[in-house]
Protein backbone atom coordinates (compact mmCIF):
# COMPACT_ATOMS: atom_id res chain seq x y z
CA UNK A 1 0.00 0.00 0.00
CA UNK A 2 1.25 3.03 -0.79
CA UNK A 3 1.13 6.36 2.02
CA UNK A 4 -2.23 6.85 1.13
CA UNK A 5 -3.41 3.79 2.28
CA UNK A 6 -4.56 2.04 -1.19
CA UNK A 7 -3.09 -0.77 -3.28
CA UNK A 8 -0.81 0.31 -6.10
CA UNK A 9 -2.35 -1.60 -8.84
CA UNK A 10 0.30 -1.98 -12.18
CA UNK A 11 -0.62 0.51 -14.57
CA UNK A 12 -0.26 -0.30 -17.98
CA UNK A 13 2.53 1.89 -19.93
CA UNK A 14 1.05 3.71 -23.03
CA UNK A 15 2.53 3.27 -26.42
CA UNK A 16 4.72 5.84 -27.55
CA UNK A 17 2.71 8.83 -29.22
CA UNK A 18 2.89 8.78 -33.10
CA UNK A 19 3.32 12.72 -34.54
CA UNK A 20 0.79 11.53 -37.05
CA UNK A 21 0.48 12.18 -41.34
CA UNK A 22 2.68 14.73 -42.25
CA UNK A 23 0.26 17.76 -43.41
CA UNK A 24 2.11 18.14 -47.04
CA UNK A 25 1.25 14.91 -47.82
CA UNK A 26 -2.28 14.69 -45.71
CA UNK A 27 -3.79 17.56 -48.50
CA UNK A 28 -1.65 16.44 -51.21
CA UNK A 29 0.07 19.46 -51.33
CA UNK A 30 3.26 20.82 -53.76
CA UNK A 31 5.95 22.41 -52.07
CA UNK A 32 4.57 25.03 -54.46
CA UNK A 33 1.19 25.04 -52.49
CA UNK A 34 -0.51 23.45 -55.65
CA UNK A 35 -2.86 20.80 -55.10
CA UNK A 36 -1.38 17.24 -56.98
CA UNK A 37 -2.79 16.61 -60.03
CA UNK A 38 -4.05 12.42 -60.86
CA UNK A 39 -2.96 11.41 -64.21
CA UNK A 40 -6.93 11.39 -65.39
CA UNK A 41 -7.36 15.32 -64.16
CA UNK A 42 -4.36 16.19 -65.94
CA UNK A 43 -5.58 14.80 -69.48
CA UNK A 44 -9.31 16.64 -68.87
CA UNK A 45 -7.86 19.91 -67.77
CA UNK A 46 -5.38 19.42 -71.23
CA UNK A 47 -8.68 18.24 -73.30
CA UNK A 48 -10.73 21.06 -72.42
CA UNK A 49 -8.11 23.46 -73.48
CA UNK A 50 -7.84 21.85 -76.46
CA UNK A 51 -11.60 21.85 -76.79
CA UNK A 52 -11.15 25.79 -75.83
CA UNK A 53 -8.89 26.81 -78.53
CA UNK A 54 -10.57 24.71 -81.51
CA UNK A 55 -14.04 26.56 -80.17
CA UNK A 56 -11.98 29.98 -80.63
CA UNK A 57 -10.33 28.95 -83.87
CA UNK A 58 -13.51 27.72 -85.83
CA UNK A 59 -15.37 31.15 -84.77
CA UNK A 60 -12.26 32.77 -86.01
CA UNK A 61 -12.95 30.32 -89.51
CA UNK A 62 -16.60 31.20 -89.41
CA UNK A 63 -15.84 35.13 -88.80
CA UNK A 64 -13.29 35.65 -91.86
CA UNK A 65 -15.32 33.54 -94.16
CA UNK A 66 -18.37 36.16 -93.49
CA UNK A 67 -16.13 38.62 -93.85
CA UNK A 68 -14.61 37.45 -97.15
CA UNK A 69 -18.27 36.35 -98.42
CA UNK A 70 -19.51 40.29 -97.43
CA UNK A 71 -16.46 41.77 -99.45
CA UNK A 72 -17.09 39.61 -102.50
CA UNK A 73 -20.94 41.41 -102.38
CA UNK A 74 -19.78 44.59 -101.60
CA UNK A 75 -17.41 44.34 -104.55
CA UNK A 76 -19.97 43.86 -106.96
CA UNK A 77 -21.25 47.30 -106.59
CA UNK A 78 -18.46 49.29 -105.37
CA UNK A 79 -15.47 51.08 -107.47
CA UNK A 80 -12.33 52.10 -107.06
CA UNK A 81 -10.29 53.18 -109.94
CA UNK A 82 -6.37 55.20 -109.92
CA UNK A 83 -6.14 58.35 -112.35
CA UNK A 84 -3.11 60.79 -113.63
CA UNK A 85 -5.19 63.58 -113.72
CA UNK A 86 -6.71 65.47 -111.48
CA UNK A 87 -9.45 66.48 -114.26
CA UNK A 88 -10.64 62.57 -115.28
CA UNK A 89 -10.72 61.50 -111.15
CA UNK A 90 -13.56 64.43 -110.99
CA UNK A 91 -15.19 63.80 -113.65
CA UNK A 92 -15.27 59.79 -113.01
CA UNK A 93 -16.39 60.93 -109.24
CA UNK A 94 -19.24 62.79 -110.50
CA UNK A 95 -20.02 59.61 -112.43
CA UNK A 96 -20.26 58.02 -109.59
CA UNK A 97 -22.54 60.44 -107.51
CA UNK A 98 -25.35 60.39 -110.32
CA UNK A 99 -24.89 56.04 -110.65
CA UNK A 100 -25.93 56.15 -106.91
CA UNK A 101 -28.94 58.64 -107.50
CA UNK A 102 -30.27 56.15 -110.20
CA UNK A 103 -33.20 54.07 -108.84
CA UNK A 104 -32.26 51.27 -110.54
CA UNK A 105 -28.36 51.34 -108.76
CA UNK A 106 -30.48 51.80 -105.60
CA UNK A 107 -32.53 48.93 -105.61
CA UNK A 108 -29.49 46.37 -106.97
CA UNK A 109 -27.51 47.93 -104.22
CA UNK A 110 -29.95 47.36 -101.72
CA UNK A 111 -30.64 43.85 -102.88
CA UNK A 112 -27.41 42.83 -103.06
CA UNK A 113 -25.97 44.25 -100.07
CA UNK A 114 -28.85 43.38 -97.51
CA UNK A 115 -26.64 41.54 -95.57
CA UNK A 116 -24.03 44.10 -95.28
CA UNK A 117 -23.48 46.81 -92.43
CA UNK A 118 -23.77 49.68 -94.13
CA UNK A 119 -23.73 52.06 -91.02
CA UNK A 120 -20.53 51.43 -90.94
CA UNK A 121 -17.93 53.58 -92.55
CA UNK A 122 -16.04 50.08 -93.93
CA UNK A 123 -18.81 49.62 -95.60
CA UNK A 124 -19.49 53.14 -96.71
CA UNK A 125 -20.77 53.60 -100.66
CA UNK A 126 -20.20 57.23 -100.33
CA UNK A 127 -18.17 58.26 -103.37
CA UNK A 128 -14.46 59.84 -102.10
CA UNK A 129 -11.61 61.48 -104.51
CA UNK A 130 -7.96 61.09 -102.28
CA UNK A 131 -4.66 62.43 -104.15
CA UNK A 132 -2.06 59.85 -103.27
CA UNK A 133 1.89 61.79 -103.92
CA UNK A 134 3.93 59.67 -106.26
CA UNK A 135 7.21 61.34 -106.47
CA UNK A 136 9.22 64.37 -104.61
CA UNK A 137 8.46 67.17 -107.16
CA UNK A 138 4.92 67.08 -106.18
CA UNK A 139 3.73 64.96 -108.57
CA UNK A 140 0.11 63.04 -107.71
CA UNK A 141 -2.31 60.81 -108.51
CA UNK A 142 -5.35 60.37 -107.92
CA UNK A 143 -8.04 57.70 -106.45
CA UNK A 144 -11.54 57.50 -106.84
CA UNK A 145 -13.79 55.13 -105.48
CA UNK A 146 -16.68 54.42 -103.03
CA UNK A 147 -15.41 55.07 -99.37
CA UNK A 148 -16.19 52.13 -98.14
CA UNK A 149 -14.14 50.14 -100.77
CA UNK A 150 -11.40 52.74 -100.20
CA UNK A 151 -10.93 52.11 -96.92
CA UNK A 152 -10.89 48.49 -96.99
CA UNK A 153 -8.07 48.88 -100.24
CA UNK A 154 -6.04 51.51 -97.88
CA UNK A 155 -5.89 48.79 -94.84
CA UNK A 156 -5.72 45.49 -95.71
CA UNK A 157 -3.95 45.80 -99.08
CA UNK A 158 -1.39 48.70 -98.78
CA UNK A 159 1.71 48.64 -96.95
CA UNK A 160 1.70 50.94 -93.77
CA UNK A 161 4.88 53.17 -95.57
CA UNK A 162 2.45 54.16 -97.96
CA UNK A 163 0.03 55.02 -96.41
CA UNK A 164 -0.06 58.75 -97.43
CA UNK A 165 -3.38 59.95 -98.88
CA UNK A 166 -5.00 62.72 -98.94
CA UNK A 167 -8.92 63.71 -99.52
CA UNK A 168 -9.95 66.32 -101.98
CA UNK A 169 -12.62 68.18 -100.31
CA UNK A 170 -14.42 69.84 -103.31
CA UNK A 171 -16.04 74.32 -103.22
CA UNK A 172 -18.93 73.35 -101.64
CA UNK A 173 -19.49 69.97 -100.15
CA UNK A 174 -19.36 70.20 -95.87
CA UNK A 175 -16.74 69.40 -94.27
CA UNK A 176 -15.00 70.03 -90.39
CA UNK A 177 -13.43 73.11 -90.10
CA UNK A 178 -9.85 72.61 -89.61
CA UNK A 179 -6.27 74.44 -89.59
CA UNK A 180 -3.29 74.17 -91.22
CA UNK A 181 -0.78 75.95 -88.87
CA UNK A 182 3.36 75.83 -90.14
CA UNK A 183 5.89 77.98 -89.55
CA UNK A 184 9.86 77.76 -91.13
CA UNK A 185 12.12 76.79 -87.89
CA UNK A 186 15.05 78.71 -90.07
CA UNK A 187 13.61 81.89 -90.39
CA UNK A 188 12.61 81.67 -86.77
CA UNK A 189 15.23 81.03 -84.96
CA UNK A 190 13.82 82.35 -81.83
CA UNK A 191 10.79 80.32 -81.36
CA UNK A 192 11.56 77.38 -79.22
CA UNK A 193 9.74 74.11 -78.95
CA UNK A 194 8.07 75.41 -75.40
CA UNK A 195 7.13 78.43 -77.41
CA UNK A 196 5.45 76.86 -80.21
CA UNK A 197 3.33 74.35 -77.77
CA UNK A 198 2.31 77.83 -75.48
CA UNK A 199 1.48 79.52 -79.08
CA UNK A 200 -1.07 76.42 -79.99
CA UNK A 201 -2.26 76.44 -76.75
CA UNK A 202 -3.14 79.94 -76.80
CA UNK A 203 -4.66 79.28 -79.81
CA UNK A 204 -6.61 76.26 -79.56
CA UNK A 205 -8.23 78.45 -76.56
CA UNK A 206 -9.07 81.31 -78.70
CA UNK A 207 -10.52 79.29 -80.84
CA UNK A 208 -12.98 77.45 -78.00
CA UNK A 209 -13.94 80.58 -76.77
CA UNK A 210 -15.05 82.33 -80.06
CA UNK A 211 -17.24 79.12 -80.68
CA UNK A 212 -18.64 79.62 -77.27
CA UNK A 213 -19.13 83.67 -78.00
CA UNK A 214 -20.27 83.58 -81.49
CA UNK A 215 -22.29 80.37 -81.70
CA UNK A 216 -22.74 79.21 -78.41
CA UNK A 217 -21.00 76.06 -79.02
CA UNK A 218 -18.84 74.51 -76.34
CA UNK A 219 -15.88 73.39 -77.66
CA UNK A 220 -13.03 71.52 -75.27
CA UNK A 221 -9.33 70.41 -76.28
CA UNK A 222 -10.36 67.14 -76.37
CA UNK A 223 -12.91 67.51 -79.19
CA UNK A 224 -10.05 68.65 -81.80
CA UNK A 225 -7.82 66.60 -83.59
CA UNK A 226 -4.02 67.56 -83.02
CA UNK A 227 -1.89 66.14 -86.03
CA UNK A 228 1.64 66.51 -85.81
CA UNK A 229 4.04 66.86 -88.84
CA UNK A 230 6.88 68.91 -87.54
CA UNK A 231 11.00 68.06 -88.77
CA UNK A 232 13.40 69.97 -87.67
CA UNK A 233 13.03 72.77 -90.62
CA UNK A 234 9.41 73.31 -90.20
CA UNK A 235 6.74 73.72 -87.68
CA UNK A 236 3.63 71.83 -89.02
CA UNK A 237 0.07 71.18 -87.18
CA UNK A 238 -3.23 70.17 -89.07
CA UNK A 239 -6.46 70.85 -86.42
CA UNK A 240 -9.53 69.14 -87.20
CA UNK A 241 -12.45 70.34 -85.15
Partial sequence: ADRWGTTSATVPSLPERSDGIDPSLFHKKRRNGKAQQSQAEKQLKQLLNEASKNEVVQKRKEYSSTQNNLRDVFHEVTSLKVFPLQDLALSYLEE????????????????????????KVLWSMEPRIFAEETSATGKRKYVVGHLGRFLQQYWRERDPRSRHCYELIREGSPCRMYFDLEFCKVSNPRISSNESEMLMTEFIQELCDEFLLVHEIKVNRSDIVDLDSTTEKKFSRHLIV
Fill in 96 to 119: LQNMNEEPSRESKIQKTCSSVPRE
